[in-house]
């Protein structure tokens, strides 16, 4: 892995591109009324403008990229031996996308894999265009948002306790035998919302809300917004601890309050 002064400006720099393709593609289909939805064998939606931005995505990494891997939600992988590989969720939120909310997003990131197989993700990018925002991070570069044409430098919440913290979640789907310990949590919180999806761990690198729980992702669902967290100064981990976004589940916060969310969830 390159060292954390070495610069990524020339990938991330990608990434937007990779992003600007992606935002095209889904806004043309977004609110469409001849959208295409099937039903994947995992009973989850999926819609054309997934496929087509994912069909995009590779194409242009085959192009700048030809060395490294790839892993996509709707199109597999091809990661085996590789040191650097880029993970793709198309449209996060697909069922927002096609009921016509407008939180969702492209979530690209790109993971680099040392002698010893640690994974680290050190380029994220999370672009919500029907939001008009986009964020971003490399690995020791900061963490930013795009809002309406103007840039902000992201920085997570100081709230040091669950009792004045906002957290945030989907629904109560996942949770298995950790449901009661975080409701109970959650009851004993300053405020609760159910935003789900990215945007929640979104707002936890801009210090909007303190916490964000997921217990069932997948890593295409965590990668881009485990470094964009990270570097806004937060923590990313799954509900038992394990840090980065492989564990199959995302909690971010402001670290301030991690250890406890964590104590919390596993009583």
């Known amino acids: 892995m390159k060292s954390?002064?070495?610069?990524?400006?020339?990938?991330l720099a990608l990434a937007h591109v990779l992003a600007d393709l992606a935002d095209s593609i889904a806004l043309q289909r977004y609110q469409a009324l001849d959208l295409i939805v099937t039903t994947k064998?995992?009973?989850?939606?999926?819609t054309d403008a997934d496929r087509a931005v994912e069909t995009a995505i590779r194409q242009a990494l085959a192009k700048h990229r030809p060395d490294d891997g790839l892993l996509g939600e709707e199109f597999g992988s091809d990661i085996s031996g590789?040191?650097?590989?880029?993970?793709?969720?198309?449209?996060?939120?697909t069922k927002n996308f096609m009921r016509g909310v407008p939180t969702w997003a492209c979530l690209i990131a790109l993971v680099?894999?040392?002698?010893?197989a640690a994974q680290e993700v050190v380029v994220g990018i999370a672009s919500a265009p029907a939001l008009s925002r986009r964020w971003f991070a490399?690995?020791?570069?900061?963490?930013?948002?795009v809002f309406n044409g103007d840039t902000k430098k992201l920085s997570v919440s100081r709230v040091a306790s669950l009792s004045d913290a906002s957290i945030a979640y989907s629904d109560f789907?996942?949770?298995g035998d950790r449901l009661e310990a975080f409701q109970k949590m959650l009851s004993h919180a300053w405020?609760?919302?159910?935003?789900?999806?990215?945007w929640s761990h979104m707002l936890v690198a801009e210090g909007a809300v303190d916490v964000a729980v997921e217990p069932t992702l997948a890593v295409w669902d965590m990668a881009a917004l485990d470094i964009i967290v990270r570097e806004a100064g937060g923590r990313f981990t799954n509900v038992t601890g394990?840090?980065?976004?492989?564990?199959?589940s995302g909690v971010s916060t402001n670290g301030l309050v991690h250890d406890a969310v964590i104590t919390g969830l596993n009583p």
């Open 82 to 93: 590789t040191k650097r590989y880029w993970v793709i969720d198309p449209i996060d939120g």
């Open 138 to 145: 490399s690995k020791g570069a900061g963490a930013f948002v």
């Open 41 to 46: 064998p995992d009973n989850t939606p999926v």
């Open 173 to 175: 789907n996942g949770f």
């Open 242 to 248: 394990k840090a980065g976004p492989f564990g199959g």
């Open 191 to 198: 405020r609760t919302r159910g935003l789900g999806d990215f």
């Open 4 to 11: 954390d002064s070495a610069s990524y400006t020339d990938d």
């Open 112 to 116: 680099e894999v040392a002698a010893d």
